[in-house]
C-alpha cells in the first residue's frame, strides 16, 4: 500500500501557497505510506541552458560547503542552496557531465532529479517528519507529485523512496506493484538505462520516459505499458507543465479527483483532500481503470 | 431536503468528526440505540469504517464523502451518504437501506446478504461481486467485473456495465438499461418476465429513480459452470 497526491494550482496567486496546501494531502496519505515520503515540485524554470540537480546525502556530517567550493571551481555559474540532507545545485554547465562528475567524485552525493522546472524532495520517515525536515509548507510552484511508502518489495532506503525520475523535468510515483520488474529493467539496460535502486517504480519511471523519448505521446506511451508491465498501478506523473494520471485495467488502487476553478488536487483517498479551499464545491470523480487523465498549467 | 418525522421523534445526535473520533461515534453506535431515531455525522471527511455493524432500525445521515468500509456489515439500518463513498460501501450488509447521493468506489455491496443499497451516482469495478441476496440499484454505470460470482439478489443497473458482467454468476439476477461492455463467462441476456419488469419496477419505485422497466434487459447465469465439464477446454 502506497499514498499518492496531486497538486495543480491554476491561479497564479496560489502557487505561492503550494506547499502550504500540499502538506495536509500528504500527511492524510500516512496511514497509506508511514516509511517514506517524497514530493517533486515544478517551479518557474530557470533561464537559459542553466539546468537545476536536487541532491541528497545521507550523511548528516557531509562537508556540503567542501561541495560547493569543487563545483564553483568547476562548474560554469554555479549555485547552491543546502537545506537539510538535501541540495539543490543550478548550473549552466551540461547536466550529464556534472552527474557524471558528482558520481565519480562525491559517490555519496545522490542526484534525485535534473531539470529547468523540477526539485525532488525524498527521505524515510513519516511523512509529517519528512515535511519537516525539507519545509514543504514553504514549496512554491505551479504543480507537484508527491507521495507516501509502504514498502512491499524492496527495503525501506531513500532511494527506494518515491518520485522516480528519469530525463529532464519528469517524474513519476506509484502505488501498487509490479510482478515483472526484473525484465522491465533487464531490456532497459540493455538500451543503456541506469537503475539507481531496488524499486519496481524505477523501472516503470524509465520505461515510459524511453517512450517518450521515443517519440510516443503519453498516451502511446503507456497504452505500451498496459502490455508490457503485468501488475497493479496508479501512477501520477508529472511533466514541466503537466500532471498525468493512470490507473491499471483492474483499478485495484484507489484514485480521487476533485477539481475547481482555482486547482485540481489528485490523492489515493478523500481524506488527503478534504481540508482544500471551497472542496465542498468541487467537482470529485474517480479516475476510471485504463484512462489516461492528464491536467496542463 | 425534506426529512419527514414523527413528531415526538426525538432530536437527532450529532458526532462531528472534526472534533470527535470515529471511534466515539461508531462506539455509540452499537451501544442501546432504543431512543435514538435519527444520528448526524458530520465533517467526514472521508474517514474509514463510518457506522459499520450497526445492529438498530436507527437513521445515519452522513453530511460529506465517506472513505473505505461505510456501513459495512449493517443489520436494520438506514445509512444515508450526503456525497460520494468509497471501497467497500455497505459490504456484507444483512439487512437494513444505504444510499449514497454521488458515487460509490470499488467493491460496493460485496457479500451483502440483504436490505437495499442506492447509488445514485456510478459504482465503481465488482459492484455487487459475490453478492449473497441483498438488492443493489445504481443510478449511473458500474465498472467492470460487477456480480462477479454473484449467488443471490438483484443489481439493477440504470446505466452502463463495464467488462466481465456478472462473471461465474450463481442465481443473482442483474438487470441493465444500458449498454454492456462484455458479459463474463455463463452470464447470458435472458428474456424479460412479467415478474422480472415487477422486479425492476419495484426496486426502482423503493430507489426513488424513475424509469419503465421495459427499458431493462435481464441477465442470469447460463447455468453452465455448475457442472464440470471436462472437454469444455476453459471455454464457456
Same mark, same amino acid.
Given at each position: 500500500?502506497?499514498?499518492?497526491?496531486?497538486?495543480?494550482?491554476?491561479?497564479?496567486?496560489?502557487?505561492?501557497?503550494?506547499?502550504?496546501?500540499? /502538506?495536509?494531502?500528504?500527511?492524510?496519505?500516512?496511514?497509506?505510506?508511514?516509511?517514506?515520503?517524497?514530493?517533486?515540485?515544478?517551479?518557474?524554470?530557470?533561464?537559459?541552458?542553466?539546468?537545476?540537480?536536487?541532491?541528497?546525502?545521507?550523511?548528516?556530517?557531509?562537508?556540503?560547503?567542501?561541495?560547493?567550493?569543487?563545483?564553483?571551481?568547476?562548474? =560554469?555559474?554555479?549555485?547552491?542552496?543546502?537545506?537539510?540532507? %538535501?541540495?539543490?545545485?543550478?548550473?549552466?554547465?551540461?547536466?550529464?557531465? /556534472?552527474?557524471?562528475?558528482?558520481?565519480? =567524485?562525491?559517490?555519496?552525493?545522490? /542526484?534525485?532529479?535534473?531539470?529547468?522546472?523540477?526539485?525532488?524532495?525524498?527521505?524515510?520517515?513519516?511523512?509529517? $517528519?519528512?515535511?519537516?525536515?525539507?519545509?514543504?509548507?514553504?514549496?512554491?510552484?505551479? %504543480?507537484?507529485?508527491? %507521495?507516501?511508502?509502504?514498502?512491499?518489495?524492496?527495503?525501506?532506503?531513500?532511494?527506494?523512496?518515491?518520485?522516480?525520475? &528519469?530525463?529532464?523535468?519528469?517524474?513519476?510515483?506509484?502505488?501498487?506493484?509490479?510482478?515483472?520488474?526484473?525484465?522491465?529493467?533487464?531490456?532497459?539496460?540493455?538500451?543503456?538505462?541506469?537503475?539507481?535502486?531496488?524499486?519496481?517504480?524505477?523501472?516503470?519511471?524509465?520505461?515510459?520516459?524511453?517512450?517518450?523519448?521515443?517519440?510516443?505521446?503519453? $498516451?502511446?506511451?503507456?497504452?505500451?505499458?498496459?502490455?508490457?508491465?503485468?501488475?497493479?498501478?496508479?501512477?501520477?506523473?508529472?511533466?514541466?507543465?503537466?500532471?498525468?494520471?493512470?490507473?491499471?485495467?483492474?483499478?485495484?488502487?484507489?484514485?480521487?479527483?476533485?477539481?475547481?476553478?482555482?486547482?485540481?488536487?489528485?490523492?489515493?483517498?478523500?481524506?488527503?483532500? &478534504? %481540508?482544500?479551499?471551497?472542496?465542498?464545491?468541487?467537482?470529485?470523480?474517480?479516475?476510471?481503470?485504463?484512462?489516461?487523465?492528464?491536467?496542463?498549467? | 431536503?425534506?426529512?419527514?418525522?414523527?413528531?415526538?421523534?426525538?432530536?437527532?445526535?450529532?458526532?462531528?468528526?472534526?472534533?470527535?473520533?470515529?471511534?466515539?461515534?461508531?462506539?455509540?453506535? *452499537?451501544?442501546?440505540?432504543?431512543?435514538?431515531?435519527?444520528?448526524?455525522?458530520?465533517?467526514?471527511?472521508?474517514?474509514?469504517?463510518?457506522?459499520?455493524?450497526?445492529?438498530?432500525?436507527?437513521?445515519?445521515?452522513?453530511?460529506?464523502?465517506?472513505?473505505?468500509?461505510?456501513?459495512?456489515?449493517?443489520?436494520?439500518?438506514?445509512?444515508?451518504?450526503?456525497?460520494?463513498?468509497?471501497?467497500?460501501?455497505?459490504?456484507?450488509?444483512?439487512? !437494513?437501506?444505504?444510499?449514497?447521493?454521488?458515487?460509490?468506489?470499488?467493491?460496493? !455491496?460485496?457479500?451483502?446478504?440483504?436490505?437495499?443499497?442506492?447509488?445514485?451516482?456510478?459504482? !465503481?469495478?465488482?459492484?455487487?461481486?459475490?453478492?449473497?441476496?441483498?438488492?443493489?440499484?445504481?443510478?449511473?454505470?458500474?465498472?467492470?467485473?460487477?456480480?462477479?460470482?454473484?449467488?443471490?439478489?438483484?443489481?439493477?443497473?440504470?446505466?452502463?456495465?463495464?467488462?466481465?458482467?456478472?462473471? #461465474?454468476?450463481?442465481?443473482?439476477?442483474?438487470?441493465?438499461?444500458?449498454?454492456?461492455? #462484455?458479459?463474463?463467462?455463463?452470464?447470458?441476456?435472458?428474456?424479460?418476465?412479467?415478474?422480472?419488469?415487477?422486479?425492476?419496477? #419495484?426496486?426502482?419505485?423503493?430507489?426513488?429513480?424513475?424509469?419503465?422497466?421495459?427499458?431493462?434487459?435481464?441477465?442470469? #447465469?447460463?447455468?453452465?459452470?455448475? *457442472?464440470?465439464?471436462?472437454?469444455?477446454?476453459?471455454?464457456?
Amino acid at each position: 500500500m502506497c499514498g499518492i497526491v496531486g497538486l495543480l494550482v491554476k491561479k497564479p496567486e496560489l502557487r505561492e501557497r503550494l506547499g502550504e496546501l500540499m /502538506v495536509p494531502m500528504l500527511i492524510g496519505m500516512t496511514e497509506r505510506g508511514p516509511d517514506s515520503s517524497g514530493m517533486a515540485v515544478f517551479t518557474e524554470p530557470v533561464s537559459g541552458t542553466r539546468r537545476k540537480l536536487s541532491l541528497y546525502c545521507a550523511d548528516p556530517h557531509f562537508g556540503w560547503q567542501q561541495f560547493e567550493e569543487a563545483v564553483t571551481e568547476r562548474f =560554469e555559474a554555479p549555485s547552491l542552496v543546502v537545506d537539510a540532507n %538535501h541540495g539543490v545545485l543550478t548550473t549552466a554547465s551540461a547536466p550529464g557531465h /556534472v552527474r557524471h562528475w558528482i558520481g565519480a =567524485e562525491y559517490p555519496q552525493v545522490h /542526484v534525485l532529479s535534473v531539470g529547468r522546472q523540477i526539485d525532488l524532495y525524498k527521505d524515510v520517515g513519516l511523512p509529517i $517528519e519528512v515535511a519537516e525536515r525539507y519545509h514543504f509548507s514553504t514549496l512554491r510552484g505551479t %504543480h507537484l507529485v508527491g %507521495h507516501t511508502r509502504m514498502a512491499t518489495e524492496s527495503a525501506v532506503t531513500p532511494e527506494n523512496a518515491h518520485p522516480y525520475t &528519469a530525463g529532464e523535468d519528469w517524474c513519476l510515483v506509484h502505488n501498487g506493484s509490479l510482478a515483472n520488474p526484473g525484465s522491465i529493467k533487464r531490456n532497459l539496460e540493455k538500451r543503456g538505462a541506469r537503475f539507481e535502486s531496488d524499486c519496481d517504480t524505477e523501472g516503470a519511471c524509465r520505461y515510459i520516459h524511453w517512450r517518450l523519448e521515443e517519440g510516443d505521446t503519453l $498516451e502511446q506511451a503507456l497504452a505500451k505499458a498496459f502490455e508490457d508491465f503485468d501488475g497493479f498501478f496508479t501512477f501520477l506523473m508529472g511533466t514541466h507543465d503537466k500532471l498525468a494520471l493512470v490507473r491499471d485495467p483492474f483499478a485495484c488502487k484507489p484514485a480521487v479527483i476533485a477539481e475547481t476553478d482555482d486547482y485540481v488536487a489528485i490523492a489515493s483517498e478523500f481524506r488527503s483532500l &478534504a %481540508h482544500l479551499p471551497d472542496v465542498r464545491h468541487a467537482k470529485v470523480f474517480e479516475p476510471k481503470p485504463a484512462e489516461v487523465y492528464s491536467w496542463s498549467v | 431536503m425534506v426529512r419527514v418525522m414523527a413528531a415526538a421523534a426525538p432530536a437527532p445526535v450529532v458526532y462531528d468528526l472534526a472534533r470527535q473520533s470515529l471511534r466515539e461515534l461508531n462506539q455509540f453506535l *452499537h451501544g442501546d440505540l432504543s431512543k435514538v431515531a435519527t444520528v448526524r455525522v458530520e465533517n467526514p471527511d472521508g474517514a474509514h469504517s463510518i457506522a459499520v455493524a450497526v445492529d438498530a432500525p436507527v437513521r445515519i445521515e452522513i453530511d460529506g464523502h465517506a472513505g473505505y468500509y461505510a456501513a459495512g456489515q449493517i443489520k436494520r439500518a438506514t445509512v444515508v451518504i450526503n456525497g460520494n463513498a468509497g471501497p467497500g460501501l455497505a459490504e456484507n450488509m444483512m439487512s !437494513g437501506r444505504v444510499e449514497v447521493s454521488g458515487f460509490a468506489s470499488g467493491g460496493a !455491496g460485496a457479500s451483502a446478504h440483504g436490505g437495499l443499497l442506492v447509488i445514485r451516482g456510478d459504482a !465503481g469495478l465488482r459492484c455487487g461481486i459475490s453478492l449473497k441476496g441483498g438488492d443493489i440499484v445504481v443510478g449511473g454505470d458500474v465498472g467492470s467485473f460487477s456480480a462477479f460470482m454473484a449467488q443471490e439478489g438483484r443489481i439493477v443497473i440504470c446505466g452502463n456495465a463495464g467488462e466481465g458482467l456478472g462473471d #461465474s454468476i450463481y442465481e443473482a439476477v442483474l438487470y441493465v438499461r444500458g449498454a454492456i461492455r #462484455s458479459l463474463g463467462a455463463d452470464a447470458e441476456v435472458q428474456p424479460m418476465t412479467a415478474a422480472d419488469i415487477d422486479a425492476v419496477t #419495484s426496486l426502482l419505485a423503493a430507489a426513488g429513480i424513475n424509469h419503465p422497466a421495459s427499458e431493462f434487459k435481464r441477465v442470469g #447465469s447460463a447455468r453452465k459452470l455448475y *457442472h464440470w465439464n471436462a472437454d469444455a477446454n476453459q471455454e464457456y
